[in-house]
């Protein structure tokens, strides 16, 4: 008789290095000092299109389970739940949580992006949308190995950010890590995911004037 394989432990978050954790604490400051005017300046914002590009590549029916990584205020926790999903908010700033549980009447998590401890094969999907960025590419690595894990078998995440020539640095008060296709896809290959599809947004205009690279990718 064969004993059966052990499961995979799940990846523990180790403390960031100091220098990244200034950077993620002076990001942070930054949306919490103006929490009140982000919200009003995108609450409006259309995202369909990339909630869409998740939920197209789920295999499921609804409810599903979905992770807003980087929820905000909690617009699009609010339009998943209005579309017949259970999803569940997390973002670093403390005023974002608070609003967003406020605002959709969804779970929201308040965590850190660097110190991430998340449950293992809870999501039929991640949407990342305009978050991920924040991460410094020295970090990424692990924030991308929880995401995997807290995905189930076949589960799926979106990403969208601004896309660059992999360079990063502060833009004022707020960090940035600026991918091309190339550099995240490798990122995301070496995290265990397969891509499904990838456009540039806004839809429409010349790629010259699409500044914000959305991708869509399978856990392994």
């Keep these: 008789m064969t004993s059966k394989p052990k499961p995979k432990p799940k990846p523990k978050p180790t403390p960031p290095h100091p220098a990244l954790a200034d950077i993620a604490q002076r990001t942070v400051a930054h949306y919490d000092e103006r929490a009140e005017d982000f919200f009003e300046g995108t609450r409006d914002h259309d995202v369909r299109q990339n909630m869409d ?3 197209q ?5 609804a409810p599903l389970a979905i992770l807003d990584v980087g929820c905000g205020p909690g617009r699009d926790l609010k339009a998943f739940k209005a579309l017949g999903h259970q999803p569940v908010g997390l973002d670093g700033s403390e005023r974002f949580a608070e609003m967003a549980r406020t605002y959709s009447g969804c779970e929201v998590w308040h965590q850190n992006f660097l110190t991430l401890d998340l ?5 039929d999907g991640v949407f990342a949308n305009a978050s991920l960025f924040h991460v410094p ?3 990424l690595p692990q924030v991308l190995a929880q995401l995997h894990v807290t995905l189930k078998p076949q589960g799926v995440l979106f990403s969208s950010n601004p896309r660059g020539n992999n360079d990063e640095g502060w833009n004022q ?4 890590t600026y991918h091309d296709l190339a550099g995240w896809r490798h990122f995301m290959s070496t995290a265990g995911f397969s ?20 991708s869509v990718w399978r856990k392994l």
Excluded: C, M, T
């Design 53 to 55: 590009a998740l939920l």
């Design 57 to 61: 590549y789920i295999e499921g029916a």
């Design 119 to 123: 449950p293992a094969k809870r999501f």
């Design 137 to 139: 590419s020295a970090a």
């Design 173 to 176: 008060d707020r960090y940035g």
């Design 195 to 214: 891509e499904l599809h990838h456009y540039y947004r806004p839809a429409g205009l010349p790629v010259e004037q699409q500044p914000w690279l959305a």
